[in-house]
């Protein structure tokens, strides 16, 4: 049991991570960005200026897009 916890969380956690690099990709290409980076501490960049941090645009970005996919999916399996 323990096993097929541990595979379907790696799964879901491979389908959040996929869906988050296509977004930052695709805002990265439409702000020209050449390069986003991870900013925690488990990463090596030790300082980011405020001005530079994207998170709360990608953040939103994300959740817009989870909100139309979930509409299509709720509007797809509704009654008519």
Excluded at 42 to 69: P, R, W
Aim: proline letters at 0%; glycine letters at 4%.
């Amino acid at each position: 049991l323990s096993q097929q916890i541990a595979e379907e969380e790696a799964r879901l956690n491979k389908t959040l991570y996929d869906r988050i690099t296509a977004y930052v990709k695709t805002y990265s290409e439409e702000k020209g960005l050449q390069a986003v980076f991870k900013y925690d501490f488990t990463s090596d960049m030790l300082y980011g200026n405020a001005g530079i941090d994207i998170t709360d645009d990608v953040l939103k970005g994300l959740n817009e897009a989870y909100a139309k996919e979930d509409k299509t999916k709720a509007d797809s399996t509704s009654i008519k």
